[in-house]
């Protein structure tokens, strides 16, 4: 079957870094996305890796490793307001998109 | 309209009643999905759209319908609703095809007694 795991909740300080785990086991692969979901609210974009390595955009960046089925964001500098749920979802070789159920992030003073 | 936008935004609904979701876009893209999700579990597919006039089933299909008239809007109808069809549902869209960004809906909680 396919899978995507992630950690259930992480708590992190304000002003920290924060590494959020996705290792994934699916029929092939076409990409992997993050995004982010406040409560309440609809999931946003944040990055799609579909080759190794790492990327980079301002406070947030995502690496791949498709050898190891293995996905991390790193999340730099942490405000009150990253408080939310981030998203693993994987595109498979038949382009279904098999997504993770989340791990929520809780940010401390 | 800057988006995507669905209604209700909730609804507590009787057994047995049917009910459609509407989600519009005015972003002019090509794809548009559906999804469930509940508590625990990653968003679930139930029926999506690689444009307009064209539908497939996802995921979750079984007890729902959709239609692609146009490009813009994408209702989703439960023709008899179950219990087990309580959940949040997201409208989203993309341009192309799943490779490409997706943008969702504000969502619409459904409550089925």
């Known amino acids: 079957g396919q899978n995507i795991d992630q950690p259930t909740e992480m708590t992190a300080t304000e002003g920290a870094i924060v590494q959020i785990n996705c290792t994934y086991q699916?029929?092939?692969?076409?990409?992997l996305f993050w995004y982010q979901q406040h409560a309440g609210e609809a999931p946003t974009f944040l990055s799609y890796?579909?080759l190794d390595g790492l990327e980079e955009k301002g406070r947030f960046s995502s690496f791949l490793s498709r050898s190891k089925g293995y996905s991390y964001l790193l999340l730099k500098e942490l405000q009150m307001k990253d408080s939310a749920s981030y998203l693993c979802?994987?595109?498979?070789?038949?382009?279904?998109?098999?997504w993770g159920a989340g791990t929520k992030l809780i940010i401390k003073p | 309209i800057a988006g995507i936008t669905q209604a209700p935004t909730s609804q507590i609904l009787a057994a047995g009643r049917r009910m459609t979701l509407r989600c519009t876009q005015d972003?002019?893209?090509?794809?548009m999905y559906w999804y469930r999700q509940d508590l625990g579990l990653g968003l679930r597919l139930i029926h999506y759209?690689?444009?307009?006039?064209?539908?497939g089933k996802g995921e979750v299909p079984d007890g729902y319908s959709v239609s692609r008239a146009n490009t813009d809007d994408f209702p989703l109808t439960l023709a008899s609703a179950v219990p087990s069809q309580t959940s949040v549902y997201f409208c989203?869209?993309?341009?192309?095809?799943?490779?490409?960004?997706?943008?969702f809906g504000p969502g619409t909680r459904l409550t089925v007694l």
């Open positions: 890796n579909v």
């Open positions: 759209s690689n444009t307009a006039g064209t539908t």
């Open positions: 972003m002019r893209h090509n794809a």
């Open positions: 979802a994987v595109l498979d070789s038949n382009y279904q998109l098999i």
């Open positions: 989203a869209s993309s341009v192309g095809g799943l490779t490409d960004t997706q943008y």
């Open positions: 699916t029929s092939g692969f076409n990409g």
